[in-house]
């Protein structure tokens, strides 16, 4: 194998496969990084059998050349080493090179790195994924998506199916949710008509983040397409392989309630600072349970009360309060972490007295909720 | 106590302090920080016990109020929870008062934190230093000298005294020098003439890492004056004391080879990039190590060698090589650690053999010296 690339394309694409790549792995070869020279490109594999990532780096794309001098072959390097050595060579121009006893070459400028390889036969086939049945997004859309429920998911493997994101794909609409239990995102995009439809796929959120690290920002289309135990996301230049977690994931939607008794209209960023500023003396003994108390004219009041450090109280002036007055205590962390990426100025949230879940949406948007169990305090 | 202050100089004061003030600490009342109001400005102390610093904002400075509404008095405050509140008021006002209970408020806009303080009078007394007995030196330049041999002090508890740098002072030179035994670091600036003579202060790294964090770059003085267990420095609204170590400093003059057999003068960021390339490979089985052989047309050849990892040469074109052949390893950390604090373009590097220390110097600048003591490898 050999070939001679540009350094920098080099490097993301090297930056990209590598989030797929742990140094804890039952499977040893998986601790490295498949490269693989085709006359028409490189594409480098990284997989830590939960995910695996292809980058592809076409030879000539749009009359720039990136990959010169291919001789095909494939190779599989330790990918402690690899990234650091690639980023800091001392010129453009790369040279790859490996022979027939697996030793690497990289070189650049007057520098020399040689490395012992492992032949890549022994790298598992990464599953192909018939992607005749796919949908269509754009990527920051997608980004959006995950954004705005991934921090919901569980962080405890005592039930394994709440550390993923349900996805479903119905009449032309794409719903991600995500609940911990004590509370739930959840988030519908209309997308382009399309023959696919399932009613409950769940990503691993850990995937999720993952993917919502390589996207860029932009408004190219991520091609999506699922199997029994595998989601593939694909853009022009990269696979995105996950595996979907077994088993079935709660029914979410009679747990959002249908009316309410107290109706808030609030400045989003007012009502962050606020409970960010009651949070502060909230963190440890209290589990950051803060108070909401609705007060006459239009005048919120959130406090919070440790006994061995202090208290905080604020008042704030909100769009409008509707209904019956309210005292509510919740985690300071799950309103701020619901609010945070709602992104958006103004947020409705409809309570249904102390002891029912509430919920928050955009005032213009319902297409995005944000379910949060308030805490018994007295 | 009461006084009402501009929040960005109170949030910048508090910042200051909190590096002298550790939650693990023997006097439970150290984990707090001393607010003092007096009608001419707040104090604010904080203590390990080994470094105090003082940070003083007064009523009023070149005509801009600072401080208004005093009322003197003082308390101490948990320093867990005061700095992140302060940065997190709303307003530009804030009006902190202590009553006869040691309840402390702290208000701002419409949000109002309730903290429970402690007695003022149980905070330990700071030692006052006579400073009559003073020097002065440009912050800058204090900077610059903390920088360039800090790096070097042991970190090894087995010889104290090496944990720390010694200072001198003799004819009107002030030296600062740290070694762990392995690598030396010196460098030696005049000061205005000063009455102050010492020979030998042993201030903690730990201290100077500190003082380095708090100082701006800027070239008002520092006051440095010294007694026999603790040293002072002073600035306008700063007082910075640390303990001194106890023990006598060896004498490392003599480590200096005063003759050289080869001497290479060479661009230090060329040489920078080439040895971090070259420690890629050296960083864990290898402990850093890297080699340099000197070749014919001004070449140093840069290697290192890892039989599991792989093999990395470079050649690297330098200003001049003059005296005999070298073959030397070293510990690419100590060398790099050396080379960036220099800050000059070209360095000149003596060598006397491949078991000696050789010694790096600025080439235009003989009080700042670098040693390194080789590594054996064959």
């Known amino acids: 194998m050999k070939f001679t690339i540009q350094r920098d394309l080099l490097i993301d694409s090297v930056q990209d496969v590598m989030k797929a790549i742990s140094s804890r792995t039952a499977i040893p070869i998986l601790t490295g990084m498949k490269i693989e020279a ?102 920051d859309i997608l ?7 991934v921090f919901a998911v569980s962080s405890m493997e005592t039930r394994p199916i709440l ?40 990503v691993p959120g850990k995937s999720l983040n993952e993917l919502n690290k390589i996207l860029d920002d932009t408004e190219e289309t991520v091609e999506i397409s699922v199997t029994n135990n595998q989601i593939l996301f694909r853009t022009k230049h990269l696979n995105f392989l996950s595996r979907i977690l077994d088993g079935n994931y709660p029914e979410t939607s009679r747990l959002i309630p249908e009316q309410s008794k107290t109706v808030l209209h609030v400045k989003t960023r ?39 450090i202090g208290h905080v109280s604020e008042e704030l002036s909100v769009q409008s309060i509707e209904g019956e007055e309210l005292k509510i205590s919740f985690s300071s962390k799950y309103m701020l972490d619901a609010l945070k990426v709602m992104e958006v100025d103004e947020v409705k949230i409809d309570f249904t007295g102390a002891m029912r879940p509430f919920v928050i949406r955009p005032v213009d948007n319902p297409a995005m909720l944000q379910l949060i169990l308030p805490v018994r305090t007295y």
């Open 163 to 202: 550390t993923g994101v349900n996805l479903s794909l119905s009449e032309s609409k794409l719903t991600f949710t995500a609940t911990d239990s004590h509370r739930l995102a959840s988030r519908e995009v209309p997308v382009s008509s399309s023959s696919v439809q399932f009613s409950s796929i769940v």
């Open 270 to 308: 007012d009502l962050i600072s606020s409970i960010d500023r009651a949070s502060l003396l909230a963190r440890e003994e209290r589990n950051n349970v803060v108070k909401l108390t609705t007060k006459d004219g239009n005048i919120l009041e959130i406090t919070s009360n440790s006994p061995e």
């Open 38 to 139: 085709r006359q028409h490109g490189i594409t480098l594999t990284g997989s830590d059998s939960d995910i695996s990532i292809e980058s592809y780096i076409p030879a000539e794309e749009d009359g720039i050349v990136n990959v010169e001098d291919i001789e095909e072959g494939s190779i599989v390097l330790q990918a402690k080493y690899f990234p650091d050595i690639v980023r800091k060579l001392p010129e453009q121009h790369v040279e790859i090179t490996a022979d027939e006893n697996l030793k690497v070459t990289i070189r650049s400028g007057k520098a020399e790195f040689s490395l012992n390889g492992q032949d890549a036969e022994e790298y598992p086939q990464l599953p192909k994924l018939q992607t005749d049945d796919s949908f269509e997004i754009p990527t």
């Open 143 to 149: 980004k959006s998506l995950i954004k705005q429920t």
